[in-house]
T-cell receptor, first 115, second 112 residues
Framework: GAVVSQHPSWVICKSGTSVKIECRSL??????MFWYRQFPKQSLMLMAT?????????EQGVEKDKFLINHASLTLSTLTVTSAHPEDSSFYIC???????????FGPGTRLTVT | AQSVTQLGSHVSVSEGALVLLRCNYS??????LFWYVQYPNQGLQLLLK??????LVKGINGFEAEFKKSETSFHLTKPSAHMSDAAEYFC??????????FGPGTRLSVLP
């Protein structure tokens, strides 16, 4: 089956620094990928849609200058949290739609802790 | 806009008892519907999905769900709970298979 990986699985950074999270589709191509954020004991909230070769589409309330998304190839999307603050600490999950199906394949998530 | 509700943020059952997790969707057009399970600090694992074929959908680990258009529901059931079923469960709806909307989640506890 289709596999989506994320790297790193967890990261701790200091306030003010930037962190890059990678999302890869391992055995299929994805022109679109989705980035979600999940706070403790809450559901997943869609942050943005990553589009290969074009600008990402951000959901209302998500700062595009803070959460930089780059979809440079058909198998890789990156999310960079710039000038991170403790309130950015969260679980970030990416997904990619399956080919010709209604399904989304989710990555294992990245736990970000900003100190 | 599509919305998904899950009645009960926390459900507790005894081991061996029936599991029933509720999900309702808001769209007038039946969307694609999914149930995912999430263990602590892990991603989402697909349990089952409804894509307008059979209304009773069987998934992994003994779970199944029934799509009821008249009730706009897609409740998840398992006849006999196992300790390993303790996790967070999310119902999700998608129109056109792309834009997923997740429910708030239900935490299932299984008591020995």
């Amino acid at each position: 089956g289709a596999v989506v990986s994320q790297h790193p699985s967890w990261v701790i950074c200091k306030s003010g620094t930037s962190v890059k999270i990678e999302c890869r589709s391992l055995d299929f191509q994805a022109t679109t990928m989705f980035w979600y954020r999940q706070f403790p004991k809450q559901s997943l909230m869609l942050m943005a849609t990553s589009n290969e070769g074009s600008k990402a589409t951000y959901e209302q309330g998500v700062e595009k200058d803070k959460f930089l998304i780059n979809h440079a190839s058909l198998t890789l999307s990156t999310l960079t949290v710039t000038s991170a603050h403790p309130e950015d600490s969260s679980f970030y999950i990416c997904s990619a739609p399956g080919q010709g199906s209604a399904e989304q394949y989710f990555g294992p998530g990245t736990r970000l802790t900003v100190t | 806009a599509q919305s998904v509700t899950q009645l009960g943020s926390h459900v507790s059952v005894s081991e061996g008892a029936l599991v029933l997790l509720r999900c309702n969707y808001s769209s007038s057009v039946p969307p694609y519907l999914f149930w995912y399970v999430q263990y602590p600090n892990q991603g989402l694992q697909l349990l089952l999905k409804y894509t307008s074929a059979a209304t009773l959908v069987k998934g992994i680990n003994g779970f199944e769900a029934e799509f009821k258009k008249s009730e706009t529901s897609f409740h998840l059931t398992k006849p006999s709970a196992h300790m390993s079923d303790a996790a967070e469960y999310f119902c999700a709806a998608a129109s056109g298979g792309q834009n997923f909307v997740f429910g708030p989640g239900t935490r299932l506890s299984v008591l020995p």
